[in-house]
């Protein structure tokens, strides 16, 4: 059976850091896509960061890139969301997701999903 742990998400203030973790089981990790997504109140679950199982290569949206950094250990089944300088506006519940590639994550429903972290960041 396949599970996505999320964990790590808190209340923070506005310009700080926080590291989301996904715990996986139940799939080969490692020939995995991992990704992560968010969504806020009254809004779409919209993506934020994906790395590839072949060679752990990364995609992040325009809206985080420089400030998320996806990370994937697969000696551990766990993906890590690095998030700094955090804004009000990234106040959303963080969701990790896995797919057979990051194109079918991107384009498909075809994936797994955790139940999400709350991150709420005060301004």
């Known amino acids: 059976q396949v599970q996505l742990v999320e964990s790590g998400g808190v209340l923070v203030q506005s310009g700080g850091s926080l590291r989301l973790s996904c715990a996986a089981s139940g799939f080969t990790f490692s020939r995995y896509a991992m990704g992560w997504f968010r969504q806020a109140p009254g809004k779409e679950r919209e993506f934020l960061a994906a790395?590839?199982?072949?060679?752990?290569?990364?995609y992040y949206a325009d809206s985080v890139k420089g400030r998320f950094t996806i990370t994937r250990v697969n000696a551990k089944n766990t993906v890590y969301l690095r998030m700094n300088n955090l804004k009000p506006e990234d106040t959303a519940v963080y969701y990790c997701a896995a797919s057979v590639s990051t194109q079918t994550m991107l384009q498909s429903d075809n994936k797994y999903w955790g139940q999400g972290t709350q991150v709420t960041v005060s301004s």
């Open positions: 790395t590839r199982w072949s060679d752990s290569s990364t």
